[in-house]
Structure formats: structure tokens, C-alpha cells
């Protein structure tokens, strides 16, 4: 029996890594070489070359539960799909909407060769770039209110904020989202002493990438668009600056008793 008739009827949930080649694992460059269909967001889908015989299916990015479905389609059909998503698939990403879609859908579909391949996440990759902002406890939170409400963002960041977590913020600023930023540093500067590092981190590991180290007194919310994660370290934080280069962060791992 060949590899293809073994993995007929798979579907494999892939992260693409935040866009390095190299911060792709082997894991996933070869669950793509096994495709035979590939689904997901445009951009993310034109970072995997072209091949002979694989079929690009581009998708708008709103559209999470139908490429879901369609995926699971195909795959029930016999094809051997692979759905991928930037960072890890399973981090504001496709892989939940793949489980949505199956807990809701065709019974079949439970008996399905579903596969996650894991990716280095956007917070992982911005942490790296700057030292180790994430040594100690952390929290990551998505600002886009497109799939929850405004009010559930501030409840969870204060929260976070007061619990003394450094915060990684995904998705926040968008031009059909562009105050939200904005109004989540006004709220942490009343929990956060003004000091705190904030790093915008934009396009991490592409060509065009732009690393800030800034303080939550002086954050400028217009540093931030639908590439950036915004790493805001806690009380513990600490930055070291360095002679004409950018500064390293990183949080110890150690704190002491309250
Ligand atoms: N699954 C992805 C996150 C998707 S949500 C992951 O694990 O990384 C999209 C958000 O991810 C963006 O708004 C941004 O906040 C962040 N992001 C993705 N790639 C990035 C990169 N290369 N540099 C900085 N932030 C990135």
C-alpha cells in the first residue's frame, strides 16, 4: 500500500511559525509535503510554495467555519487536506474552529485521521527577539472583539494585569479595529506602575520587522497594526539597556513572597 492510500482521508492542522522558513518545524514542512490540498487564509497559504498536483484552496480570514467544514469535506472525500494558520494552529488559530466544526458536524467526521502539528506562536518568537520577557507567569489575550464581547477583553486584562501576569496581546490593532489599543493602555497604566517595558514587536522574523522596547507611560498605540503583538511585562520586569543597541527584557523567575 503506498503513503497516499495509508493517509487517504487525513486532515492535518499546521502552523506555519510567525513567517521565517526556518522557524518552521520539520514536524509540519513534511505534513505539507504530504498534501494534497491545502486550506486556509491567502496570505498564510501564499508563504507555502506552490507544487505540482496540490490544490490551494484561499480562503477571506472571517470565514473560520466554513474552511472548517470544507476541510473536513475534503478530507472525508479522500483527500489528504492540511488547514494552516500562522504562529501554532492552535493559538487564536484554525485548529479550534477544525474541533467546532467536527463537535457540530456529520458524525463520519469523528473518525477522521486528525492531526495537530504544533508552530512557534507570534509570543514565542517576539520573546526570543528580546530576551525573556516570558520566564515567569504570563497570560495571553487576544483584543479582537470580533468573536467576543469589548467588556470580556477589559474584565480579563484587569484581572491579568493585577494578578501580576507579564500580558502578550494578539490581534491589537486592525483598521476595522483601531481604538482598542488605545484604550487598553489607558486602563493598564492605572493598574501598572508607568515604568513598565511594553514591547511592540511587528512582523517578527520577516524581512520587514520592527522591534520597540517602550514603557507603558510613553506606548504609543499608532505602533501597533494587525502584525504586531504587544508584550506588556509586569511589575517584575526588568530591562537592560545597552550601548547602541535595543535593550534586553526579561522577567526572573524568581519573586518574592507578598
Ligand atoms: N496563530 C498565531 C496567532 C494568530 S492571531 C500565532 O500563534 O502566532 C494574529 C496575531 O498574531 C497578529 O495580530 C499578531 O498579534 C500576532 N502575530 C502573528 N505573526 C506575527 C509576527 N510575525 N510578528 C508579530 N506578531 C505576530
Not at 497559504?45 to 467544514?69: M, Y
Not at 495537530?116 to 497570560?139: E, K, N, Q, T
Not at 550601548?243 to 527584557?249: A, F, L, R
Request: with cysteine.
Amino acid at each position: 500500500m503506498s503513503a497516499a492510500i495509508m493517509r487517504a482521508g487525513s486532515l492535518t492542522i499546521i502552523g506555519l511559525g510567525p513567517g521565517d522558513p526556518a522557524m518552521l518545524t520539520p514536524q509540519a514542512a513534511a505534513a505539507l509535503a504530504a498534501a494534497t490540498d491545502l486550506i486556509g487564509y491567502g496570505p498564510y497559504l501564499a508563504r507555502v510554495p506552490a507544487r505540482p498536483g496540490v490544490v490551494h484552496h484561499a480562503t477571506d480570514n472571517r470565514v473560520e467555519l466554513d474552511r472548517a467544514r470544507h476541510a473536513l469535506t475534503l478530507a472525508a472525500a479522500g483527500r489528504i487536506v492540511a488547514v494552516v494558520s500562522s504562529g501554532d494552529a492552535g493559538v487564536f488559530a484554525m485548529a479550534s474552529a477544525v474541533f467546532e466544526a467536527i463537535d457540530h458536524g456529520a458524525a463520519s467526521w469523528r473518525a477522521l485521521d486528525v492531526t495537530v502539528i504544533p508552530g512557534i506562536s507570534a509570543l514565542l518568537a517576539v520573546a526570543a527577539r528580546v530576551g525573556a520577557p516570558l520566564g515567569h507567569d504570563f497570560c495571553a489575550i487576544s483584543l479582537s472583539d470580533n468573536l467576543k464581547p469589548w467588556e470580556v477583553v477589559e474584565q480579563r486584562l484587569t484581572a491579568a494585569a493585577g494578578a501580576g501576569f507579564v500580558l502578550a496581546l494578539y490581534n491589537p490593532a486592525s483598521r476595522a479595529r483601531p481604538w482598542q489599543i488605545g484604550r487598553c493602555f489607558a486602563l493598564l497604566r492605572a493598574i501598572l506602575p508607568g515604568s513598565a517595558p511594553v514591547i511592540f514587536a511587528t512582523a517578527v522574523s520577516r524581512l520587514d520587522e520592527v522591534v520597540t522596547v517602550t514603557t507603558l507611560a510613553e506606548a504609543d498605540p499608532a505602533m501597533a497594526d494587525m502584525r504586531t503583538l504587544v508584550l506588556i511585562g509586569s511589575a517584575a520586569t526588568r530591562v537592560i539597556a545597552r550601548p547602541g543597541s535595543s535593550p534586553w527584557v526579561y522577567t526572573p523567575r524568581r519573586i518574592a513572597a507578598a
